[in-house]
């Protein structure tokens, strides 16, 4: 085990903070952990309990995924689209909140953010090139996606991370 909590091994990318404090962790390669930590003293390690997820809880075989919130709630991004995990059957499924092109399995994403009040930003890589989606919420509770503002960015470009500074800059 590396870093201060016991268990963990791979390579975390991503985490975000459930509501009842557990952690969801996006990892490089090796799929989803979900984390219910003890904290302790910082110099020793802090014990965990450590639910593993990959390919059996419907998440795709390459493995990275990353973590996040859109509209307030927790959502996975995937090399096979948005996913959302349903408590009930413990798996992943496809997320069609944000329309059609989020949850289409051949549409990888790489990353995504929400300010919390309906404006977003997605990164989505179809087919050879990646693509910068800005999406607001409407006043149904639906997404709208715009692409427009984007058109100029080439299959060169890639996102690795989406930041919002203080203000609401993105």
């Known amino acids: 085990s590396v870093g201060l909590v016991d268990g963990i091994k791979e390579q975390v990318r991503t985490i975000v903070e459930n509501e ?5 962790m996006g990892t490089a390669s090796e799929g989803l952990l979900h984390a219910k930590i003890t904290p302790g003293p910082a110099n020793e390690k802090w ?4 639910t ?3 390919v ?3 998440l795709p075989r390459n493995g990275y995924v990353r973590t996040g919130r859109f509209d307030n709630q927790v959502r996975f991004s995937t090399s096979k689209g948005l996913r959302r995990f349903d408590a009930a059957t413990r798996t992943f499924i496809a997320d069609s909140r944000l ?4 949850a289409d399995t051949t549409n990888s994403i ?5 300010d919390g009040e309906g404006v977003g930003w997605i990164v ?3 087919g050879p090139s990646f693509r910068l989606f800005h999406t607001l919420r409407q006043t149904d509770g639906s997404y709208r996606i715009e692409t427009s503002p984007f058109q100029r960015l080439t299959e060169r470009f890639y996102m690795d ?3 919002q500074e203080p203000g609401g800059v993105t």
């Open 20 to 24: 009842d404090g557990t952690l969801w």
């Open 56 to 58: 059996e809880s419907g």
């Open 124 to 126: 989505l890589r179809m």
């Open 52 to 54: 593993r997820f990959g």
């Open 99 to 102: 329309g059609d092109l989020t």
């Open 110 to 114: 790489s990353n995504f953010l929400d």
């Open 47 to 50: 014990p965990a309990e450590i």
């Open 161 to 163: 991370a989406i930041f």
